[in-house]
C-alpha cells in the first residue's frame, strides 16, 4: 500500500471518528434507546478527543423554550444612612459593546448545571467594587427579576401593549471590602 | 468491493473549488476580529487570575479534564492584555493571507485558549467559530484570496500573461463542515420541539420581548410579536428541511427534474442569510448570525459559483476591453490586480502596445491618448478613461461594490482625475529600467 493510499485511509477514519465524535456529543440525551446507549459508549471514547479540541457544542439556544427570566443585577453599599446603589448591571445600563457578554455572564452566574452553589462566583463579581472603597466597606448583590408571561393563546398587539413586568427582589450575597 | 472503494473514494477526495473555504478563512477572521476588538477592555476581567474568575473557582465554570488552554499558565494580567494582542494581529495575518496556515493553527489556538479560560461570556457564536476554526486549520485548502496566493498570480501573470487555474481540493473538510451544520440545525429543531412555546407558536413573542436581547424598543416589539407563528414555525421547517441534504444524490434522481435542478443547499443558505440576518437586525445574539455567515460561505462550491456568476451576469452581454500599456511595471500591476478582481469574467486585459492586438478592439483609439491614462471599451461601444475608467470599473468587481457610492459624492471626481492625472504623469519617469517603449 502506497503513502497515498494510506494517507487517504487515514484521512477517511479521521473523518468517520470525527463525525461520530461530534454527532454524539451534540445529540440531546433524551434519545430513545438503543441509540441513547450507543451515544453514551460513543461520547466514553471521544470526549477526551471533544474536549482537547474544543469541538463539544449543545444546541439548545432558546430552547426547549426560550428564556422568559429578565434579571439585573444592583449592587449596594452600606453607609451610615443605609444602603446605597453603586451600580445597575440590565440591559439599559450596560455598554453596547459588551452587553451580550456581559449580560450572558450574570446569568450564568444563577445558572447551575448538577446543582453547584455559585455563590462564590457572584461574591467575586461584587468585590471588583471594592477597589472604590474604603477597606471594610460593605456590599451586597440585590437581584430584581420578573418572567416573561407565557400566554396561553397568540397575545394580540394590545395585550402585549398592556403587559407589566411585576419586578421581584431578592437580596443575595454580600461582602465586606478586604484590605489590601 | 471496487465500485465500493471507487464511491468512497469519490465522496471524500473528489476535487472542488477552493474558493469557499478561502472565504470562510477571511470571513472567520473578520467575525473573531470584530468581536475581539469588542471585548478587548474586558480581556482582564474575564480572562486572567485578577478577574471574575480565578482558577481556585474555576471548578464552578469549567471541566478539568482534557482541558486545554495556554491561559493555565499564562495567568498574569499583562501577559493574558499581550496574549489577547497576538491573537488579534495573528487573525489580521489571516485575514489578508498572509502565511495563512501558520496564522490560521494560531488564531484558532488561541482563540480556544481564551474560550476554555472562561466559558461565561461565551455565546453559540463563539462555539460556532471554534468548530469552523479547527475544519480551517486541518482543511488541505485555504489559500484562496490570500495575499500568498496573489503573489505567485502575480508571478504566473508576468511569464505567462494569464492566471494561475483556480484552487481546487479535496472535498472531504467540506463534508466535516456540512455534517456540523447539519447538527447544528437538527439537534436543535429536535430540542425545540420537546418544549411548548415553539409547538404553540408563541415563541418569537417571548423572545422579541427580553430586554437582554431586543434591539428595539418594546412598543415595535409588540407589533412584531403578531408574526410570531409565522416566525416559529417557518424557522422549524427551515431547520428540519436541512435533513434532507443527508439523501444521495442517487435517490433524489426519482425527484421530478423541475425541482431536481433548483439546488436545496443554496435556497437552504438564502433562507438562513435573511433568519439569521433578521436576528441580528432584530436582537443582540452576540456572534452568531455572522458565525453561521462563515459557514455558509465554506458550503459554496463549483456549481454554485457559476450559478451565482450567471446570475448576476443574467442581464450582460459582451465584454469590457481594458486597454494598457504593457511595458509601464505601474501598469502591468494595474492590470493583474483588475484582472484578479474580475470575479465576473466581464473584462478582456489588452496590451494597447501590441497594435495588432489593438487595432482588432480599439482601432479608433491612438496610441497617444492611450499612453496618457488607462482606456476602457464598454460593450456599448463607449470608451471611458483615467479615473472615470476606473469608476466604471468598480461596478463590475464585487469587491469594490462597496466603494462604488464614494466615488459618486460631489467633489471626489474632479479630485479623482487630478490625482490620477499626477499618477499618469509621473508613471513614465521610472528609475527601474523597466519603461521603456519599443
Not at chain 1, 431578592?170 to 489590601?180: L, Y
Not at chain 2, 478587548?40 to 482541558?67: K, Q
Request: with cysteine; proline share 5%; charged share 20%.
Amino acid at each position: 500500500m502506497g503513502i497515498r493510499s494510506a494517507g487517504k485511509i487515514a484521512i477517511v477514519l479521521f473523518c468517520v471518528i470525527h463525525m461520530a465524535a461530534v454527532g454524539a456529543y451534540a445529540a440531546p440525551d433524551y434519545i430513545p434507546e438503543p441509540l441513547k446507549t450507543a451515544r453514551q459508549k460513543i461520547v466514553d471514547v471521544t470526549s477526551p478527543y471533544i474536549f482537547t479540541t474544543s469541538q463539544w457544542q449543545k444546541w439548545n439556544l432558546f430552547s426547549p423554550d426560550p428564556l422568559r427570566r429578565v434579571v439585573t443585577f444592583h449592587i449596594d453599599r452600606e453607609t451610615k444612612e443605609g444602603w446605597e446603589e453603586i451600580d445597575v448591571i440590565g440591559p439599559d445600563t450596560v455598554a453596547w459593546w459588551h452587553k451580550a457578554t456581559e449580560l450572558k455572564t450574570i446569568r450564568r452566574m444563577e445558572e447551575s448545571e448538577g446543582g453547584a452553589n455559585l455563590n462564590a462566583l457572584r461574591e467575586r463579581y461584587i468585590l471588583a467594587y471594592c477597589k472604590d472603597f474604603a477597606d471594610g466597606t460593605k456590599l451586597r448583590l440585590r437581584r430584581l427579576y420578573y418572567v416573561i408571561p407565557h400566554f396561553e393563546t397568540l397575545p394580540t398587539i394590545a395585550q402585549w401593549h398592556a403587559f407589566q413586568p411585576e419586578w421581584t427582589q431578592d437580596f443575595d450575597v454580600q461582602v465586606t471590602c478586604p484590605s489590601t | 468491493m471496487n465500485t465500493l472503494l471507487t464511491s468512497i473514494d469519490r465522496f471524500f477526495f473528489r476535487k472542488i473549488s477552493a474558493s469557499g473555504f478561502g472565504l470562510m478563512r477571511i470571513s472567520w477572521a473578520l467575525v473573531s476580529l470584530a468581536y475581539l476588538l469588542q471585548g478587548l477592555p474586558d480581556v482582564v476581567r474575564y480572562y486572567s487570575e485578577d478577574g471574575l474568575l480565578p482558577e481556585s473557582l474555576g471548578y464552578l465554570v469549567f471541566r478539568t479534564d482534557y482541558r486545554f488552554t495556554l491561559l493555565n499558565v499564562i495567568t498574569d494580567p499583562t501577559a493574558v492584555f499581550i496574549l489577547y494582542l497576538l491573537l488579534i494581529i495573528s487573525t489580521c495575518y489571516m485575514l489578508i493571507g498572509m502565511w495563512p496556515r501558520l496564522m490560521t493553527i494560531i488564531s484558532v489556538v488561541l482563540l480556544c485558549s481564551f474560550h476554555e479560560r472562561n466559558l461565561q461570556p461565551l455565546g453559540g457564536g463563539d462555539t460556532v467559530l471554534r468548530l469552523v476554526g479547527f475544519i480551517l486549520m486541518i482543511a488541505p485548502e485555504i489559500r484562496a484570496f490570500s495575499f500568498d496566493r496573489a503573489e505567485e498570480q502575480w508571478k504566473h501573470w508576468k511569464v505567462r500573461g494569464i492566471l494561475l487555474d483556480p484552487l481546487k481540493m479535496s472535498i472531504w473538510p467540506y463534508r466535516l463542515l456540512l455534517w456540523q451544520i447539519l447538527l447544528i440545525y437538527i439537534t436543535s429543531g429536535i430540542d425545540k420541539l420537546t418544549g411548548t412555546m415553539w409547538t404553540d407558536g408563541t415563541v418569537v413573542g417571548a423572545v422579541l420581548h427580553h430586554p437582554h436581547f431586543a434591539r428595539f424598543p418594546m412598543w415595535w416589539m409588540d407589533i412584531l410579536s403578531v408574526l410570531s407563528p409565522f416566525f416559529g414555525y417557518s424557522w422549524l421547517l427551515f431547520e428540519f428541511t436541512w435533513f434532507l441534504l443527508l439523501i444521495p444524490k442517487n435517490v433524489t434522481r426519482i425527484v421530478p427534474m423541475s425541482l431536481r435542478k433548483h439546488s436545496l443547499k443554496r435556497w437552504l443558505i438564502l433562507f438562513g442569510v435573511l433568519y439569521h440576518g433578521g436576528i441580528c437586525i432584530l436582537m443582540d445574539v452576540g456572534s452568531f448570525s455572522f458565525a453561521m455567515f462563515t459557514i455558509y460561505l465554506g458550503l459554496l462550491v463549483d456549481e454554485d459559483w457559476v450559478v451565482i456568476r450567471t446570475t448576476i451576469n443574467r442581464k450582460w452581454k459582451g465584454s469590457i476591453i481594458v486597454l494598457y500599456d504593457g511595458v509601464c511595471h505601474l501598469c502591468q500591476r494595474g492590470a493583474f490586480l483588475v484582472l484578479l478582481l474580475d470575479n465576473l469574467h466581464r473584462l478582456s486585459l489588452i496590451d494597447f502596445r501590441d497594435s495588432a492586438a489593438k487595432k482588432k478592439v480599439a482601432p479608433e483609439l491612438h496610441e497617444e491618448d492611450l499612453d496618457r491614462a488607462l482606456h476602457i471599451k464598454l460593450p456599448s461601444g463607449k470608451t471611458r478613461q483615467g479615473f472615470d475608467a476606473f469608476q466604471a470599473l468598480c461596478w463590475h468587481l464585487p469587491i469594490l461594490w462597496l466603494k462604488v457610492p464614494f466615488l459618486y459624492f460631489p467633489g471626489v471626481a474632479p479630485i479623482g482625475r487630478l490625482v490620477y492625472g499626477k499618477i499618469a504623469e509621473n508613471r513614465n519617469k521610472c528609475s527601474d529600467g523597466k519603461c521603456k517603449h519599443k
